[in-house]
């Protein structure tokens, strides 16, 4: 069994910065995808930040163009986590952020299940 156990969720005013942090732990093989998603209610699902071909030598992150340049994904392989540094925040940035993994614990290796976390609210507001 796999969980995402995310932190660092809270308000801030407009212009400030928050730092999420997102640990998976369990019977972990390996973990080839983790990143960021929010969702607003009534709104669908969007992808933030990911980290993909994790436990490749070459991952690849992808951020989505709306918080480019202001977002970041840090990772700590070792520790299987993910972070998500939110500068520059805005008041359309307010959401609950979710974290996701692609893992493949000892269960189902060679195979991979998705992961969420239960998600952390991020307020944007003066």
């Known amino acids: 069994q796999v969980q995402l156990v995310e932190s660092g969720g809270g308000s801030v005013q407009p212009g400030g910065s928050l730092k999420l942090s997102c640990t998976a732990s369990g019977s972990i093989v390996s973990v080839s995808a983790m990143g960021w998603y929010r969702q607003a209610p009534g709104k669908e699902r969007e992808l933030v930040a990911i980290i993909t071909r994790a436990d490749d030598a070459n991952p690849a992150t992808d951020i989505a163009d709306s918080v480019k340049g202001r977002f970041t994904i840090p990772r700590d392989t070792a520790k299987n986590t993910v972070y998500l540094q939110m500068n520059s925040l805005k008041p359309e940035d307010t959401d609950v952020y979710c974290c996701?993994?692609?893992?493949?614990?000892?269960?189902?290796?060679?195979?991979?299940?998705?992961?969420w976390g239960q998600g952390t609210q991020v307020s944007v507001s003066s």
């Open positions: 996701y993994a692609k893992v493949a614990s000892q269960d189902i290796w060679p195979s991979t299940e998705n992961y």
